[in-house]
C-alpha cells in the first residue's frame, strides 16, 4: 500500500528581524544608496535564520526567503502549515500553490496577441525612431555603466547566441522551483525580450547596447499560481541587491488555476499583492521598474495585471511605429485612479530576434517593456547623476500626451528619449499649460505621480486641485 503524501506550497510570515546581521547589499548596491541618499532599514537585512530552520528541522522544504515581506515560501504538508501557524514568530499562512489542475499555464501570463501588423519591411530604425532614441546612440549613450534585469520565463538559447555579447551577461538566477538547465527551456519568450535590449545584429540593434545585465527566471511552466508573484518579489530583492538599475519584466498576474485565487478589480491598487509592493520598494530604494501593461485589451479581463498597477514603476503599453495604439494592450486605469499604463512602446509588430538569432516580428506589451527598459538605460547613461525617479520623471515629462494623458490604454503616451534627455530639470519653474489652464508653476514628483505646484496648492496635470 502506498501512502499518498500530500505537499502545498505557502507563504510564512514572520514577526520580526530579532537576529542583527549585515544588510544583504553589494558593495555597488551600497555604493548607490549613498550616491542618491537612500537609508538603509529594517527591510534591507535578512529574514531570522532560526525561523528559517525551525521550519525546515520541521519538515518543510524552504525555496526562498523574502527580506522585504519578511517571510518565507515553503513547501510542506497541510498538517505542518496547520502547526506552523500556530508558533510564536508566524504571523500567518498563506497557501500559495495547491495541486489545481493547470488551467492557464498553457497560455501563461502574457497570452500571444493579435497577429496583425507584422511586417518584413519593418526595421530596428524605424522601432528606436518612434520614441527618438537614435540620437541619443549618435551621442554614444546605449546603456553604458547601467547595469540591468530581464526577468522571465524562458531564456533559450541567450547564452550562445552570438548577437548578445558575452561580457554583458553577469549572472543569472532561477528563483522557480524548477532549476534544470536555465538556458535549456523552448520558449523564446525572455530571449526575445532580451533582444530588444541587447541585440546586436548587422541588420538589428537593440535599445542599450552597451548595459549590462542579469538573467532572471521568476516565471514556472507547470503552474499559475500566486508562488509566482513570490518568485518575482525575491527577483525584485536579488536584482536590489546587486545594485541594478533598470529592471525590466514581462508578466503579470491576474488570474489562477485556482479560482480562488483570481484577483478581484480591486485589488490593482499598487497595495494589494506582494508582487507590487515589492515593485514599489524597489523604485523606492533607486531601481527603475518597467513592466508590462499585459495583452488584455480584447479579453474578458480586458485591465491591467500585477505588478502593473504599482506604485512609481513605469507601466507599458503597446503602439505600432506609427503610433498607433494596439487593441490588445490593456487598460487601465489602477483601481485607485492613477494613469496605468504610464507609457507606451513599439509593441505591435515589434522587430525582435528569436532563438536562432535571426529576425522576426511579433506582438505583445511583452516586447515594449523592454524597449521601453532599453530607452531608460540609455538615458540614465547620458544622465548618470539622476536617480531613478528623475530618470522616470524625464520619461513621463517627454511623452507626447503628457499634459492630456489618457487613463485607458496610451497614458501619458509615447516618449521621446532626445526630449527627454536635453530638458530642464523638473526642479525648474516654467510655463505648464494643460488644456485651458496655465499658471507659472513647478512640477515634482511626490509618491510616484507627477503633480504641479501653484500657490502652495498641488494640482494634477490637467490642473485639476489634487485633494491628498
Known amino acids: 500500500m502506498f501512502l499518498l503524501i500530500l505537499l502545498h506550497v505557502y507563504f510564512v510570515s514572520f514577526l520580526d528581524k530579532p537576529e542583527k546581521s549585515a544588510p544583504a547589499l553589494s558593495e555597488r548596491a551600497v555604493a548607490q544608496r549613498q550616491k542618491w541618499n537612500i537609508p538603509t532599514d529594517v527591510m534591507d537585512y535578512p529574514v531570522a535564520k532560526s525561523y528559517v530552520d525551525s ?14 515581506m519578511n517571510g518565507a515560501t515553503v513547501e510542506m504538508t497541510p498538517k505542518l502549515a496547520e502547526k506552523a501557524a500556530g508558533w510564536s514568530f508566524v504571523t500567518a499562512v498563506e497557501m500559495t500553490r495547491d495541486d489545481s489542475p493547470n488551467l492557464y499555464a498553457p497560455r501563461k501570463k502574457m497570452p500571444k496577441a493579435e497577429e496583425g501588423w507584422l511586417t518584413s519591411e519593418m526595421t530596428t530604425d524605424a522601432q528606436l525612431e518612434t520614441y527618438n532614441l537614435k540620437k541619443l546612440h549618435a551621442e554614444g549613450y546605449e546603456g553604458q555603466g547601467i547595469l540591468m534585469t530581464v526577468c522571465d520565463g524562458a531564456f533559450a538559447n541567450a547564452n550562445t547566441l552570438g548577437c548578445f555579447r558575452k561580457d554583458q551577461e553577469l549572472g543569472h538566477f532561477d528563483l522557480t522551483d524548477d532549476q534544470t538547465d536555465f538556458y535549456g527551456w523552448t520558449g523564446a519568450h525572455g530571449t526575445a525580450c532580451l533582444s530588444a535590449i541587447s541585440g546586436i545584429r548587422e541588420d538589428y540593434r537593440g535599445a542599450a547596447t552597451q548595459a549590462k545585465y542579469y538573467l532572471m527566471r521568476s ?10 508573484i513570490d518568485n518575482l518579489v525575491v527577483a525584485l530583492e536579488t536584482a ?11 508578466l503579470g498576474y491576474a488570474y489562477f488555476d485556482n479560482d480562488q485565487w483570481t484577483l478581484p478589480k480591486s485589488a490593482l491598487d499598487g497595495q494589494s499583492t506582494r508582487a507590487s509592493r515589492a515593485a514599489t520598494i524597489a523604485a523606492r530604494k533607486g531601481m527603475l521598474v518597467c513592466v508590462a501593461a499585459g495583452n488584455e485589451g480584447n479579453n474578458d479581463w480586458h485591465t491591467i495585471a500585477v505588478p502593473a498597477d504599482a506604485d512609481s514603476v513605469l507601466t507599458v503599453g503597446a503602439v505600432s511605429v506609427n503610433g498607433d495604439i494596439a487593441s490588445f494592450s490593456s487598460f487601465g486605469p489602477a483601481a485607485d485612479g492613477r494613469v496605468k499604463p504610464d507609457v507606451c512602446a513599439v509593441g505591435w509588430g515589434a522587430a525582435l530576434l528569436n532563438t536562432q538569432g535571426e529576425v522576426y516580428y511579433s506582438n505583445g506589451t511583452s516586447f515594449a517593456t523592454p524597449l521601453l527598459a532599453g530607452l531608460a538605460a540609455t538615458l540614465w547613461s547620458a544622465l548618470p547623476d539622476e536617480n531613478a ?15 492630456n494623458p489618457d487613463k485607458d490604454q496610451y497614458g501619458y503616451g509615447i516618449p521621446d528619449a532626445w526630449k527627454a534627455y536635453t530638458m530642464k530639470k523638473e526642479t525648474d519653474v516654467e510655463s505648464v499649460e494643460s488644456g485651458t489652464w496655465k499658471a507659472e508653476s513647478r512640477k515634482e514628483l511626490r509618491n510616484g505621480r507627477i503633480v504641479i505646484i501653484r500657490d502652495q496648492k498641488e494640482y494634477d496635470v490637467l490642473g485639476n486641485p489634487r485633494s491628498n
Open 55 to 68: 521550519l525546515r528541522r520541521a519538515g518543510a522544504k524552504v525555496y526562498h526567503t523574502s527580506r522585504w
Open 219 to 228: 516565471e514556472e511552466e507547470d503552474h499559475e499560481s500566486p508562488k509566482e
Open 240 to 250: 536590489d541587491s546587486l545594485g541594478v538599475n533598470v529592471f525590466s519584466v514581462s
Open 389 to 403: 525617479m528623475q530618470i522616470r520623471e524625464r520619461i513621463i515629462n517627454s511623452a507626447d500626451r503628457y499634459y
